[in-house]
């Protein structure tokens, strides 16, 4: 396809009867197929049939969550996802032809083992009999989605989202946080009945299609949807006991120094957003002045960075500013047809805006990377727990830069961003034993979740404080983690991915260009191994072995304490 702008590029609905065609056309081919060179055409024509079809679902996807509202693109994303569960029969069909495709070892020898490993995992987790249960759960997350999105409130005569108060609650007047927290608490509470059905809904679809099958439980489906081929639920059990113990400990201490800081007598939540009394780093300029300072900052980087953001910025493959509408969060998505990353947030005027424009080029950048080298699609990424290395390690790759974006407080941000990168381990770790927790009880009431969710932040953040606020203190403050709702089992990937990024950081301070060396090797490789060769081909270590998590972030636990 010929590159143009984002908002340039033309829209039809995917012909669900013409990718079926392209399934049937594939496996017919595939199996008469007199060579390896006929297999293998037969494999790269559905590949571009494929292409074709997601890059027009993702124009819907990314124009839908710009406005959820747009009732054209509303009911695109609801067709798109309907097509698609119907293709399960023929797709599986596909899966399965490829899978006993006699010319499987030749595959294997090209493109690795990790191709067949996909294609077995995806006959295990896809049947005709959850087609109408993949249809719901679409539905109930397009619905999460858009009621999350047009919620709002009114603070200080100013119309806000959930986003447009987070702002406030870094102000250095106690009080306005402190108002603003209860408006963002008070609009999560005025949801609370849609949320907690929808999650009702979805806990008890999944788990029902987990025992149709034939699986024990969801989390054994989750694991294998998500491509946990190395490592269990117990394994995530270790790495989690290792946050408590080492790193929930550190940030107490952080916790503490914090509280001094600020001159309060208790640390209450709507404090622990801000970090110095005087006020947080702020970024300064403009949306197009901060876009204008990270082009700047990639083309000095490297010459692969700048060529890549050069390539988003002369093509406008962003889109920034919260507004009224928006899906809620920041996501990196990509138009495979044009070889095109998109980057989509919701700027507030906080530091987070300069997080975005690092994290989400960092998944951007490997995208980039892969859709050049990488010739088999379904390789291009990896599990999501080498992807967030891509973004967290981009993160502090960018901090010699920060003096552009933050001026005299860039110090500020980059303590206060090791801080944040530290302090959200623990959490990480609740959203993630919470998901376990649920799914192992899936017939557990609304009430019975908050309160599961109570008791684990208790563990993991024993200093958080919701100030007598009754919806959080009796364990609402799940439901603003749109993971758990989108994405099940998504979040203690971040965690996983931050003890790479930290590996990369402390290999900076002694050996930059051999960090930035072992990045680029991580991200050209892509999804072409599993998650265990990835790690080692990169030179991290294994985040379940005991005393792992320890030797990833004593480093930066010192560089706090030294900082803060």
């Known amino acids: 396809m010929e590159m143009v702008r984002f908002t340039d590029m033309p829209y039809t609905r995917p012909d669900t009867e013409a990718q079926w065609r392209a399934y049937e056309t594939a496996i017919e081919t595939l199996a ?55 293709l399960i029969p023929v797709r599986k069909r596909w899966q399965q032809a490829l899978a006993d495709c006699r010319f499987r070892k030749e595959f294997e020898e090209e493109f690795g083992a990790q191709l067949f490993r996909l ?10 009999r959850i087609i ?17 999105a047009v919620a709002f409130t009114t603070f200080r005569d100013e119309q806000c989202n959930f986003y447009g108060l987070l702002k406030h609650m870094e102000s250095t007047d106690r009080a ?17 009945g849609k949320l907690d059905a929808q999650y009702d809904e979805l806990v008890h679809l999944r788990d029902g299609m987990a025992k149709k099958l034939g699986f024990s439980s969801y989390t054994e489906l989750a694991y294998l949807q998500r491509r946990r081929f190395d490592y269990t639920a117990e394994d995530a059990a270790v790495f989690r006991r290792q946050i408590k113990e080492i790193i929930t ?55 692969e960075t700048g060529e ?43 530091s987070a805006d300069v997080d975005v424009l690092t994290h989400e080029a960092g998944h951007a950048f490997q995208g980039y990377l892969a859709m050049r080298s990488i010739p088999v699609s379904a ?41 944040g990168a530290l302090a959200v381990l623990p959490y990480m770790a609740c959203v993630d034993e919470f998901q376990h927790r649920v799914y192992e009880k899936p017939d557990m009431t609304a009430m019975e979740r908050r309160a599961v969710w109570r008791g684990i932040e208790k563990e993991y953040m024993p200093w958080r404080d919701y100030d007598g606020e009754p919806f959080l203190q009796g364990g609402g403050f799940w439901m603003q983690k749109q993971h758990i709702f989108l994405y099940p089992f998504y979040y203690i990937d971040y965690a996983l991915a931050q ?62 304490e030294a900082r803060y």
């Open 32 to 86: 008469s197929a007199g060579s390896y060179e006929e297999a293998r055409k037969a494999c790269f024509d559905l590949q571009e049939a494929e292409t074709a079809a997601r890059t027009l679902a993702s124009i819907a996807h990314v124009r839908n969550t710009i406005d959820t509202t747009d009732e054209f693109y509303d009911g695109e994303v609801r067709a798109i996802r309907e097509g698609s569960a119907e």
């Open 119 to 128: 294609t077995d995992a995806a006959l295990k987790t896809a049947d005709e």
């Open 132 to 148: 109408p249960d993949v249809i719901r759960e679409g539905e109930l997350t397009q619905a999460y989605q858009k009621d999350s």
């Open 176 to 192: 306005e946080r402190r108002e603003a927290f209860l408006a963002w608490a008070g609009l999560y509470e005025s949801i609370s």
């Open 249 to 303: 400990p550190a940030v107490a201490r952080i916790r503490e120094k914090q509280r001094v800081r600020l001159g309060v007598d208790k640390l209450h939540w709507y404090d622990e957003g801000l970090l110095f009394p005087e006020g947080n780093a702020d970024p300064e300029g403009t949306r197009e002045e901060l876009v204008a300072k990270a082009r700047q900052m990639y083309r000095e980087m490297s010459p």
């Open 308 to 350: 890549f953001f050069d390539f988003m910025t002369d093509y406008e493959l962003f889109d920034l500013e919260t507004k009224p509408g928006k899906r809620m969060g920041g996501y990196m998505t990509s138009f495979p047809g044009y070889k095109a990353p998109f980057i989509f947030s919701n700027f507030n005027g906080t």
């Open 379 to 419: 390789l291009g990424g990896s599990t999501s727990e080498i992807n967030e290395i891509h973004s967290m390690s981009m993160e502090h790759f960018a901090y010699p830069w920060m003096k552009s974006f933050f001026g005299k407080k860039s110090e500020d941000y980059i303590t206060g961003h090791l801080i």
């Open 499 to 560: 003890m790479g990024a930290f590996h990369f950081y402390g290999l900076m301070k002694t050996d930059r260009e051999k960090a930035w060396n072992n990045y680029l090797t991580l991200c050209r490789a892509g999804g072409t191994k599993g998650y265990f060769d990835l790690l080692a081909l990169a030179g991290i270590p294994n985040p379940f072995t005991e005393g792992s998590v320890e030797q990833c972030v004593r480093h930066v636990i010192d560089e706090i």
